[in-house]
C-alpha cells in the first residue's frame, strides 16, 4: 500500500491522457470510462475501490501511478519542477528524457576478495585461519558473484528523500560487524544517485560533492581479517542505513581452517532484514536515533547490534537459556504488578485457587504500591539493559545517545520468533543492595500528565537508584518494530481503506468471565466507530469468512490467548479463542491464504479478493488477549508474522495475561487516540501515560509491530 492520497476524479482524467493509459486492458478501460462519465463525485471512491479489485491490470496500474506521482518518471502530465543542481566540478550531469523509463533496480552485493589482485574468493573455497581478505561491496546491478545473490532484494531506495548532494541523490552508510573476524571499527559511506550505481569518493559524507567522475570508485573495500583459528562458521553482519533507518542488512557465513584452500569451504551469504521496498515519506519521519538489529547465529544463539546512529554502540551473543531467563522473570515481575498468582489444583480435575486481580474498579493502584512496582519493574530493567550493554562503556555510549527522547528502531530477521521486552528495559543504575531514591518531580509529572511529555524535567538530577518512570524505554522513547517485507513489498505508512470512517472487525470470545463488561465494551466500540461499522463475530466460522470476504480497515480480537503444548515437540503456539471455545491458530491463517490464490486449468492465475483486500487495505490488528505476542524460541509460527505476511500495516499484542477490566479501558483508549488521527506510537503512548496517572504500569504490556508513524488512512 502506497502512502498518497486516494485518487481522485480529476486525477484520473490526467491519468487517462497520459501513456500509462496504454497498460490497461480494454474492460479495465471501458470500466473506467464509463466510471468518470457516470458516477457523481460523492459515490466515486467507493465504484473505484470496487473497480480495483475486480480488474488485476486497473489495481496494477493505480500502484505505480500512485508511486511515481511525486516523481513522474512515466511522464504523467503535472507542472514541472525545477530540479537542484549538483555541483560536479564542471563535469555535466546527464539528464533523462521526459517520459523515460523509472529507474532499475538496484542491489547490495557482497564478495570476498583477496587484498592484491581483488580476484573473488570462489564459493567453494576454505578461509585461511589469520589470513587477510577484502569484504567488496557494492550497489548497483545483480551480480553474479555476489554471495548474497539467491536472496538478493532490491535496495529500498525510494524509500530515500534524495536531499544529499544537492538533490542528486542519498548519503548511506555502511557498517560491518563481527565477533569472528577483524574488521574496522568505523563506519563507512556510499553516495547513492537518482539513478545508476552508488560509488565511494572523499568527500564528506552529508555535504555536496565537489569531486570529478575519475575521484569515485564503484566499490567500498574493508579489510577483515579471518579468525586465528579453524572455525566452522565464521560470521560477518553488514547493515546499510539512511539517518539512523536501517534499510537492509545481509549476515556472511564462511569455514576457516587452518590454511587456506580452494574447495572445501562454504562461503554464504544472505539478506536477512529489508525495511520495505516501498517506503514512501521518509522525508516526513525524524531521523532513527538507534537502530537495534536481532539475528540468529550460526549456532542458534541469538544475536543483537545496538547501533547509535553515528557509530555501533554494543554487539552481544545470547543463548537460548538466557533469553527465557530474562523474558520469564520480566514478564513474571509484570504480572505480579497487577495479580496475584493462581495456584494449580492439587488433584487433576479438582479447580485451583485462579489468579486475584490488584487494580482497583477504575484499574487504578495505591500510591504506596505504585512506588513498591516501579522499584521491582525498575530492578528488571536495569538487568535487561545490562543483556543489551554488558560493559559500562557500552551503557554509557547508549545513554548518552538516548538520554532524550528518542525513536528506536528494532530490526528483527525475517523468520526470528523472539518478542523481547524493549519497553522495559531502564536504564539508570539500580542496585538492589541499596534503598530507592524516587524521583518526586518524576511522579508527580507522571499523575498531571496526560502524553504530552516523555523526559522528567529533572532528569540531571537522576543518580544510582533513583526510580523515575521515565528511566523506562517504554515511557520516555518511541519503540518502533517494523517487520521484514522482503517477500511481501511495502510497508504501509497507513492503515485501512480510507473511505469515509473506518469499519472494525472484532472476533470476540464468549467464555470471558464477566460478559456484562464484554457488552459494555462493544457499546463503547459502536459509539467510537458507529454502529453500523462494527462487524461483530463470535464465532469462529464468522471470523475467518468477514476477514476473508469483505474490505477491512481495523481487525481486533477481544478474546483469551491460548498455549496449547504440542504432543510432539513440547513447544507451544498461541491459539485465539473465539466464541465458544473455538481455536483459531497461526496456521488456519495461512491455510487461507493460500486459499486466496491458484490456476485455472488454461494456466490463468486466480486472484482471490480475500489476501489481495488484505494487501491493498492495510489493516491495523489489535490482539487484545492473554499471551498474545510472548513468543519463545520454541514458538513455531505467530500471529505477529502471519498477519504481516497477509498484509496487515501493523499489529498490537500483550506481552502477558491481563485482565478484562483493564484490557477493555486499554483498547478503547487506544482506539479514541487512534481515530482521532493520531499515530500508532503516540496513541500507545498516551495509553500509558493516562494509565501512569492512575499508578498503573500495565501500559508497558502492549507492544506495537509496526512503523511508529502509522496512522489511520483518510479521504
Request: proline share 7%; hydrophobic share 35%; charged share 25%.
Amino acid at each position: 500500500m502506497v502512502d498518497t492520497a486516494p485518487i481522485g476524479k480529476e486525477e484520473l482524467e490526467r491519468l487517462r491522457t497520459s501513456p500509462l493509459w496504454d497498460e490497461l486492458d480494454e474492460s479495465a478501460r471501458e470500466a473506467v470510462l464509463d466510471l468518470l462519465a457516470n458516477v457523481e463525485e460523492q459515490a466515486f471512491l467507493i465504484e473505484l475501490q470496487r473497480l480495483r479489485h475486480q480488474h488485476p491490470s486497473l489495481r496494477r496500474l493505480l500502484r505505480l501511478y500512485q508511486a511515481e506521482r511525486e516523481t513522474n518518471e512515466r511522464g504523467v502530465p503535472a507542472q514541472p519542477q525545477p530540479q537542484p543542481q549538483p555541483d560536479t566540478g564542471g563535469s555535466p550531469v546527464p539528464q533523462g528524457p521526459v517520459g523515460a523509463a523509472p529507474p532499475a533496480d538496484r542491489y547490495l552485493n557482497l564478495c570476498l576478495t583477496w587484498p592484491i589482485s581483488q580476484q573473488v574468493v570462489p564459493h567453494d573455497g576454505l578461509l585461511g585461519a589469520g589470513a587477510r581478505y577484502h569484504l567488496r561491496l557494492d550497489i548497483g546491478e545483480l551480480a553474479g558473484d555476489s554471495l548474497v545473490r539467491e536472496s538478493a532484494r532490491p535496495l529500498p531506495d525510494d524509500a530515500l528523500p534524495h536531499e544529499d548532494g544537492g538533490g542528486q541523490g542519498d548519503w548511506l552508510q555502511i557498517n560491518v560487524l563481527s565477533e569472528d573476524f577483524l574488521v574496522p571499527d568505523r563506519r563507512h559511506a556510499m553516495f547513492l544517485p537518482l539513478d545508476g550505481r552508488a560509488y565511494v569518493c572523499p568527500c564528506p559524507p552529508g555535504g555536496r560533492h565537489v569531486c570529478r567522475p575519475e575521484h569515485r570508485g564503484q566499490y567500498l573495500w574493508i579489510p577483515v581479517t579471518a579468525p586465528a583459528g579453524p572455525r566452522s562458521a565464521g560470521s560477518l553482519r553488514v547493515t546499510v542505513s539512511y539517518r539512523g533507518n536501517l534499510l537492509q542488512s545481509a549476515t556472511v557465513l564462511a569455514r576457516v581452517g587452518e590454511r587456506e584452500k580452494p574447495t572445501g569451504g562454504s562461503l554464504r551469504g544472505e539478506i536477512d532484514f529489508t525495511l520495505t521496498s516501498g517506503f514512501l515519506g521518509l522525508r516526513d519521519l525524524p531521523s532513527r536515533d538507534a537502530a537495534i538489529r536481532v539475528s540468529r547465529g550460526f549456532d542458534g544463539a541469538l544475536v543483537v547490534d545496538v547501533d547509535g546512529g553515528d557509530r555501533p554502540v554494543s554487539t552481544f551473543w545470547l543463548t537460548e537459556a538466557q533469553i527465557e531467563g530474562a523474558l520469564s522473570r520480566a514478564r513474571a515481575v509484570l504480572t505480579d504488578v497487577h495479580a496475584t498468582r493462581g495456584v494449580p489444583p492439587e488433584n487433576p480435575g479438582a479447580k485451583g485457587i485462579p489468579p486475584r486481580d490488584r487494580l482497583g474498579a477504575d484499574n487504578t493502584k495505591g500510591h504506596a504500591e505504585f512506588r513498591d512496582d516501579l522499584w521491582r519493574l525498575a530492578a528488571v530493567g536495569w538487568d535487561l539493559l545490562h543483556l543489551l550493554a554488558p560493559v559500562p562503556a557500552q551503557r554509557a555510549a547508549l545513554r548518552d545517545r538516548l538520554r532524550e527522547p528518542a525513536t528506536i528502531q528494532i530490526c528483527r530477521q525475517q523468520g526470528q520468533p523472539l518478542m523481547f521486552p524493549w519497553a522495559l528495559v531502564y536504564d539508570i543504575p539500580v542496585d538492589t543492595g541499596d534503598s530507592p531514591v524516587f524521583c518526586e518531580v518524576g511522579l508527580e509529572q507522571a499523575r498531571q500528565d496526560h502524553g504530552t511529555g516523555r523526559a522528567c524535567r529533572d532528569s540531571a538530577r537522576h543518580t544510582r537508584n533513583t526510580v523515575c518512570p521515565s528511566g523506562f524505554w517504554g515511557f520516555r522513547h518511541a519503540i518502533e518494530q517494523p517487520t521484514s517485507r522482503k517477500d511481501r513489498g511495502t510497508l504501509p505508512l497507513r492503515a485501512g481503506r480510507g473511505l469515509g470512517k473506518p469499519h472494525v472487525t472484532v472476533g470476540r470470545a464468549l467464555t470471558l468471565p464477566r460478559q456484562d463488561l464484554a457488552e459494555q465494551h462493544m457499546m463503547s466500540l459502536r459509539q467510537q466507530f458507529g454502529p453500523d461499522r462494527v462487524r461483530d463475530c463470535d464465532s469462529r466460522t464468522a471470523l475467518l469468512d468477514e476477514l476473508f470476504g469483505a474490505g477491512q480497515d481495523c481487525v481486533y480480537f477481544y478474546c483469551h490467548g491460548r498455549r496449547e503444548k504440542d504432543v510432539a515437540d513440547r513447544t507451544g503456539a498461541t491459539a485465539l479463542e473465539i466464541g465458544d471455545g473455538q481455536l483459531v491458530k497461526p496456521a488456519d491463517i495461512s491455510a487461507r491464504m493460500t486459499e486466496t490464490t491458484g490456476m485455472t486449468g488454461a494456466g490463468d492465475v486466480i486472484e482471490g479478493k480475500g489476501w489481495r483486500d488484505w494487501e491493498e487495505n492495510a489493516p491495523l490488528v489489535f490482539l487484545n488477549g492473554c499471551h498474545t505476542t510472548d513468543d519463545t524460541p520454541g514458538t513455531w509460527l505467530t500471529f505477529v508474522d502471519v498477519f504481516s505476511n497477509l498484509g496487515a500495516s501493523g499489529v498490537i499484542g500483550t506481552e502477558i495475561s491481563v485482565g478484562q477490566n483493564f484490557a477493555s479501558e486499554v483498547a478503547q483508549s487506544f482506539w479514541r487516540h487512534f481515530l482521532e488521527g493520531l499515530t500508532v506510537g503516540e496513541s500507545l503512548h498516551r495509553v500509558r501515560a493516562e494509565l501512569l496517572g492512575k499508578g498503573n504500569l500495565l501500559g508497558l504490556a502492549y507492544t506495537a509491530y509496526c512503523c511508529a508513524d502509522l496512522r489511520l488512512s483518510r479521504p
